[in-house]
């Protein structure tokens, strides 16, 4: 099956492996890790999956983080400030324990970049930090799962 699955990527040619990656990449839940993991099992080359899953991921979250705020107003307009649910409280928490950074690198394990750095945005963080912090994860993470899947393959003798 794997066999089948490189033939089937590696017909399909780099640009469509360029756009499913990026896409990927944008998807909650896969995000740059799990594209780039994807990508290297698949037999897509590492100079053009990590690139491509990353700038899906960033793509997504920057288009989040710069949309969060008017999201954030408008769903607030008139409305009287509630209590927060436990899920926002347990990120409050983890955000005055870890900053930016913490948040930013370690999120990814709980939450998709784009839930944490939409999260961040509508607190009132600066866009800046969250962007700059954010796009360090992203990468971080898909060259690490790239990484692991590349060891995978190899250590199984697979591909």
Do not use: C, D
């Not at 990927?24 to 990508?39: D, H, K, M, T």
């Not at 954010?134 to 899947?149: K, R, S, T, Y």
Request: aromatic share 12%; net charge positive.
């Amino acid at each position: 099956m794997l066999e089948w699955l490189q033939t089937s990527v590696e017909a399909a040619g780099p640009m469509a492996q360029a756009f499913f990656l990026m896409l990927g990449g944008a998807i909650p839940f896969i995000e740059s890790y799990g594209s780039s993991f994807l990508g290297v099992v698949a037999g897509v080359p590492l100079y053009i999956t990590v690139p491509f899953a990353v700038l899906g991921n960033i793509v997504s979250m920057l288009v989040l983080v710069l949309g969060a705020e008017k999201l954030h107003n408008l769903f607030r307009k008139n409305k009287p400030a509630a209590e927060p649910s436990k899920r926002k409280q347990k990120f409050y928490r983890l955000f005055e324990k870890y900053g930016v950074a913490g948040v930013s690198l370690i999120g990814q394990w709980f939450l998709p970049s784009q839930i944490t750095s939409s999260m961040m945005a509508g607190a009132g963080v600066a866009k800046g930090k969250i962007i700059f912090w954010q796009v360090i994860a992203i990468v971080l993470w898909g060259v690490v799962f790239a990484g692991f899947a590349t060891a995978g393959i190899n250590i199984m003798g697979v591909a």
